[in-house]
């Protein structure tokens, strides 16, 4: 299967076990600027699990819409666990949806905040769970970006699952 495939494959799994607990999704993203809630929304159905998104590629977004901390943002930057985790609750919160998937990272070509290309945290947060996974990716800005969307997928099919 394509990378392509694989996340059709995922997205509509994903939105079948939605659709089956009836629950909802909501996700956060900087470096994939979208590309996850396309990725899950490309299933015909997926607005009665979709919530919505934030794309929240700057560090004002971050702060003033998600509420992540600036002291967050200001000693550990926006490429962080702790700030994957902050975006992930405050879509989830700001949406009232049941999860939320957060993404964010350094797609390149060049290093940021000291921070290497491919280095990203994927959040996700419920009503009893948060945490994020860090990830070093490899490849170009879009293989990176198309990674961490199927990496996200995948953590998000696996807690569905539990």
């Known amino acids: 299967m394509t990378s392509g495939q694989d996340e059709k494959f995922l997205g509509a799994l994903i939105g079948e076990k939605l659709l089956v ?3 909802t999704v909501a996700c956060a993203e900087s470096c994939t600027g979208g590309l996850l809630t396309s990725c899950l929304t ?26 992540v901390n600036q002291e967050t943002l ?9 700030t994957a985790v902050e975006m992930a609750e405050g879509v989830r919160k700001k949406l009232c ?3 939320a998937l957060s993404v964010t990272g350094n797609a390149g070509p060049g290093a940021s905040e000291g921070k290497p290309v491919g280095l990203v945290f994927i ?6 769970s948060a945490f994020a ?14 990674a ?4 996200a997928m995948k953590l998000l099919n696996e807690e569905l699952e539990k």
């Open 123 to 128: 959040g996700f947060a419920s009503e009893t």
């Open 97 to 99: 949806s049941d999860y």
């Open 148 to 151: 961490a969307v199927h990496e």
């Open 21 to 23: 607990q009836g629950r």
């Open 42 to 67: 490309d299933t015909p159905g997926s607005s009665a699990y979709v919530k919505g998104a934030v794309v929240s590629y700057t560090n004002e977004v971050k702060a003033g819409v998600l509420g």
């Open 133 to 146: 996974k860090k990830f070093n990716f490899s490849g170009t800005r879009i293989e990176i970006k198309k």
């Open 74 to 82: 200001d000693s550990l930057g926006a490429v962080s666990e702790e």
